[in-house]
């Protein structure tokens, strides 16, 4: 990954968001606060003016820029979650290109930081059960040597498939967890939102 | 959707404008989102700042000034504010004394006035932050984000308020503040469910005969869905889960709150708080000092909350203590 | 229908003694249905009691008390209140100095008010009426019952119990109320109907889409069946019909309340009063004081009513005298 | 006319009030706020209780007194309308016994009382449009000579006629006067009231 692979990344995210903003907070109606999709469209709308004019000379530079924005225009849960996480992407990013095992540690380091700050397990039905997936799924295709279309690819599947995965679950994080049992069989708008952010990478590498 | 707007995403930015033309005692910063008391903080005073999603007017804008908030925070409609909305105020009204964070409990306003707090301490402004979580419509906290803050937040920003208005150090005011959440209970019922400007739809489907038994102000959903009922059967749903949480004794002085969630006419909030007098009355539990009105609302959701909030000697005197904002006035 | 209630027969009943338990401040006979102030009339002093049809509120109780109203008589949910329940407010507040009967001009309140006249008459207590019609969607006033009293109530009622409590006659308090009838006009617009207890089903049918244009307080029809628009359309639709009665010039100063009918959240009402702020100030006009909330209500109706009261300076000081009832509050 | 009868006379009003309340409040509801019914009848039973221990010598004391209950319990504007009728039609009948034309010249005297108190005239789409032709019925009836049970039943007819008479009328007066011309083609409830007054009347005197 590159600077400029980093801001197609972003921009395609930001594409995808706008894409599927609708159906975003039409699942949070569901079972939370139908504002999952508005709240994403606002971050990556200030993200995407905020990169415009801002000159980055590493990927890391990129992702933290993105992180800093969403956080302070995003708010509700999602924001300080995908907030810290692309920042803590991003400062393990710190040269200005880098291969797939040290983008693999820098996915880590974004999930470490929702777990640190959302205090959610795998299971309890959040944006955790689609990125956990992605990450194995990434990390086992850098282990086995494979290219990072590949593995963005293969992190792309896990997350959508982990995103269904949601489906069936109850909630025991968030907003969703109020509805106990009711919870389940609707999927998570944030695991949804994250199978988007590592479908965009996956278009963005292999494009 | 009908709704006396004129764009869904301005909604916030023209109620802001309007709160700034309505209200002289009140300073608006449109562009950090801030609602502060337009004479700023007392050298030496604790500032209190609180901030949730906007949809509950008047929570928070409309208990800024003397005796209660020093700042708000509005979010957009039912989402958390962003901590830079949050430092913005904290720079703004920290009188030396530090600042008292008032955080509802729901999982995006305390991340958010989480990663406040430590911007504020990067500034050298110190923070300490509360939670309040009356909602006991929330069972198995362990299996969820926790209990909900709802109307207990109005008894913690005027109690702390006024002993933060007395000269109170940071930890006192702080104190105060748990005190008062810690003694507070609440529950709501839904007759309706609410409609945010930028979905467009009611959050939930409830049939004409139907009611949401422990809803939460943003329309979560609650312990049961159930037939509509008399006033006094509904009132007695919640005080006994008010009660099952925290027993109270006859001779116990309480803060009572009947609350409207938007959509209630006051006749009717009337009526319930009338119930609740009665039923309390018959255990002996005094109701000392009490409020009827919209206070913590949702949106246009029809539905009431009541909260009960046992009430110590201090607490009583700290919330007969004047306050001056928009919607919570006495004293002088 | 849905509502917090027991009865429809027994909500006024219910509601009455929900107010004697909320407010120390009141003294409810629940008998004769009257609500006046715990402390009684200062002797000397003219006592203003007002009144109506309930579905109001906080209107005409929520009014009582220093600065404002000595008593009110409640009826019950859209209909007058009977010449007797005048009379015992009458006889219960009279301070010796006559008393003004503050009436919205509705034949049903108007009669009922001249028989209570009368027979106050006949227990020696002098009385003087005021009627308040400044609802401007009611077109050629020969043909109908003439503009009915709505938000104007509120500017009467603070104003002439301003003047009443700084000791002025019963003459004097009358030609205050006179004044600021005079100066006064209101204008209403509905986005859904309201619902009686008693009938149990909405007033009128109302499209998803579809707005009344100068709704009366009662879901009386107004000028015209609109599509729904934005915030600022439908201001400029109340404030043309507002203007288009009583022109203001660039200068003059204005008391303005924008107020809910019940079911509106109040973060629409700002965004409401943002744009009588900005069309105001484009012509020159100075909002020189304020109300935004709910003080008209019209049961559970979605909507806003916009009063305009050009206002001079006695108007202006006798608004910022003190005034401490349920609903309103300032000064010391 | 006699006490007994006069009394019998409400009690049969009361009934049918009772018994129309609804449709009384429905019509109130399309022109006007929609307790027309419910105005009535909290009227005619706060009467019934009231006349049941109160001795009275003449059908006047039992007339006056219900006038004076309906303005004491209903509210409203047909309140004093109908109080003050029923008063003045009681203070016109001092004897125990009265003939037809007597009553018809209490009759007048109610109608008298509407109109001063209400100032409304014949065409305005109010209870006077029932009222005044029943009372021109009746005096006409009671002029050539006819009894009292041929007088009320002519009388109950043309308060029918002219109830039904106000469909087409644009309403002048009261609540329905705002909707202007969205009045026409709905019945008056005070006339239809009104008709329900004279129709118990003939009831009353015909059993
Ligand atoms: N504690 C948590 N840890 C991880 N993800 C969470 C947590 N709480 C909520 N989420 C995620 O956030 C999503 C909701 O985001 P959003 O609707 O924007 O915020 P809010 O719930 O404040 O309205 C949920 O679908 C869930 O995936
Ligand atoms: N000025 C008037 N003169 C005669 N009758 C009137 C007048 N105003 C109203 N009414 C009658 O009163 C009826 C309405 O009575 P009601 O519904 O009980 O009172 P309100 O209009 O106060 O709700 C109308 O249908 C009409 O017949
Ligand atoms: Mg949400
Ligand atoms: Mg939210
Ligand atoms: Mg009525
Ligand atoms: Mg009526």
């Known amino acids: 990954m590159d600077t400029d692979l980093a801001r ?53 530079a990129v992702l933290v820029k993105t992180g800093s924005t969403l956080i302070s225009s995003v708010g509700g849960a999602s924001g300080p979650l995908y907030g810290g996480a692309f920042r803590a992407i991003g400062k393990a990013l710190e040269t200005p290109t880098t291969d797939t095992r040290q983008f693999a540690a820098a996915l880590a380091a974004g999930l470490a930081s929702v777990q640190k700050l959302g205090a959610a397990a795998p299971g309890d039905k959040t944006m955790i059960d689609a990125y956990a997936p992605a990450l194995a799924a990434f990390q086992q295709q850098a282990d086995a040597g494979a290219d990072f279309a590949a593995a963005a690819v293969a992190a792309a599947d896990a997350a959508e498939e982990g995103m269904r995965a949601t489906t069936p679950m109850q909630a025991r994080k968030g907003r969703a967890s109020y509805l106990g049992a009711r919870s389940i069989g609707h999927q998570d708008p944030g695991a949804t939102s994250t199978a988007l952010i590592f479908r965009a990478l996956a278009e963005t590498v292999g494009a | 959707m009908k709704k006396l707007i004129n764009d869904p995403g301005a909604v916030l930015d023209e109620a802001l404008a309007g709160i700034a ?29 609180s901030g949730g999603g906007s949809g509950h007017e008047p929570l928070h804008g409309g208990f800024v000034g003397l005796g209660m908030l020093d700042a708000a925070c509005p979010g957009e409609v039912f ?120 979905s467009g739809k009611p959050g939930f489907d409830l049939p004409e005969d139907e009611i949401e038994v422990g809803v939460g102000i943003h329309g979560e959903p609650g312990r049961s869905r159930e037939k509509l009922r008399p006033a006094k059967e509904i009132v007695a749903t919640a005080l006994d889960a008010i009660l099952a949480d925290q027993p ?72 007969d203590a004047p306050v001056n904002t928009p919607a919570l006035r006495w004293g002088s």
Request: hydrophobic letters at 50%.
């Open chain 2, 79 to 198: 989402t958390s504010p962003v901590p830079g909305q949050m430092l913005a105020a904290a720079q703004a009204v920290d009188g030396g004394a530090g600042v008292l964070f008032i955080v509802k409990n729901y999982t995006g306003d305390v991340l958010n006035f989480q990663m406040a707090a430590e911007l504020a301490a990067e500034e050298d402004i110190t923070v300490e932050t509360v939670l309040v979580d009356d909602d006991v419509a929330v069972q198995d906290s362990t299996w969820t984000a926790g209990r909900r803050g709802t109307g207990a937040t109005v008894l913690v920003e005027k109690i702390a308020g006024a002993v933060a208005e007395q000269g109170a150090d940071l930890a006192a005011v702080a104190e105060m503040a748990k005190r008062v959440n810690a003694a507070s209970r609440s529950f709501a019922v839904a007759l309706t469910a609410c409609t945010t400007p930028s």
């Open chain 2, 248 to 319: 109270l004794a006859a001779g116990d002085e309480t803060i009572v709150m009947v609350n409207g969630l938007g959509g209630t006419p006051l006749i009717e909030l009337y009526v319930v708080f009338h119930e609740v007098a009665t039923a309390l009355a018959d255990k002996g539990i005094v109701i000392a000092r009490n409020l009827v009105g919209n206070y913590v609302t949702s949106l246009d959701m029809a539905g009431v909350s009541l909260t009960v909030c046992k009430a110590d000697a201090d607490m009583l005197s700290l919330w």
């Open chain 2, 21 to 49: 033309a309505a209200h002289r005692d009140l300073k608006v910063d449109g562009e950090n989102k801030v609602i502060a008391r337009a004479g700023g903080t007392k050298v030496g005073k604790v500032a209190l700042i």
């Open chain 1, 8 to 60: 197609t990344w972003v921009q395609a995210i930001a594409a995808a968001v706008e894409k599927h903003k609708d159906h975003l907070t039409q699942l949070d109606s569901a079972i939370g606060d139908a504002d999952h999709g508005v709240n994403m469209h606002r971050g990556f709308s200030a993200t995407r003016m905020a990169l415009a004019d801002y000159k980055a000379e590493t990927p890391g």
